[in-house]
């Protein structure tokens, strides 16, 4: 399970003495190539962050933009990535959304749901600590309906409770364009999840370099809190 912060349109754009807009649009081809690449190479989830909570603080502008290429983009790509066998899910929040927009994150879901390639998770309108409160929040009214007892209530019961819910952990988490944060992304689903940190920006993040950020993670011990066998 691959999960990746595709950062840096803005700043890309900008050394391309472009305007934003022109980045994000970058941004947008280059993750159709990547989620190709990566069913190519055989990984098994991809998650990609494509909107967050906080991006509704940006200014309306891009905001609308962001949207409009998000819909262009299911729009257009819906047809190759469901002849790759690919299989899309949409995380997150809906209720800011468009009824046009849900229509449209539904429609794809279901005409991919048979698919049995490639899980494509696509977080829009998320973030993690929000997710996790839903959750909460979720089991609390079942605790308290009778449903559940609290003894019921461990780890894969409440991952399940999540929007990525029957997905494994993350195994590795990408960013790209310099900045060291987790941005508030897959907090419980990334507790055991290896780091790769780019300077890339985003459009320029290639599949090259997705194959490098994989061969680099299978050099790398995991332990999951516990001691290499020659420890």
Known sequence: HVAIIMDGNGRWAERQHKNRSAGHYAGAEQAKKIVG???????????????????????????????????SFLEKEIAEIHAQNVRMRFIGRGDRFTDRFLHRMEDTEERTGHNTGMRFNLAANYGSQDEILRAVRSIAQRAAAGEITPEEIDETFFS???????????????????????????????????????ETHWPDFTPEELSRAIEDFAGRSRRFGGLDAQE
């Open 37 to 71: 690449a990566a069913s190519a190479l055989g990984i098994e989830y991809v998650t990609l962050y494509i909107f967050s909570t906080e991006n509704w603080k940006r200014p309306k502008r891009e905001v609308d933009f962001l949207l409009s290429l998000f819909d």
């Open 160 to 198: 399940n409770a999540l929007d990525t819910a029957g997905d494994p952990p993350v195994d590795l988490f990408i960013r790209t364009s310099g900045d060291l944060r987790l941005s508030n992304f897959l907090l419980w689903q990334s507790a055991y999840a290896e780091l790769y940190f780019t």
